[in-house]
């Protein structure tokens, strides 16, 4: 992935809420060329955070790679 796709990812990365932004930083620090991120992160804040926080079941299940991945971090 190359340096600018990497970094508007991290921008994405930066939510509203505390907790989500959590998770989205140290997730990325540790898979900074996860590209599978990028659709999960056009949900919105309260949506993604039911999603994360496993409160929602109900995503697109091409995304369950990186819901299993980002709930382990």
Do not use: F, H, T
Request: aromatic content about 6%.
């Amino acid at each position: 992935m190359e340096r600018e796709a990497r970094e508007r990812l991290r921008w994405k990365c930066r939510r509203g809420l505390l907790e989500l932004d959590l998770v989205l930083q140290r997730y990325l620090e540790r898979n900074p060329q996860d590209a599978e991120l990028s659709e999960l992160l056009d949900l919105a804040d309260n949506d993604l955070w039911d999603i994360v926080s496993g409160r929602n079941e109900r995503y697109d299940g091409r995304l369950s790679g990186i819901v299993a991945r980002l709930r382990a971090s």
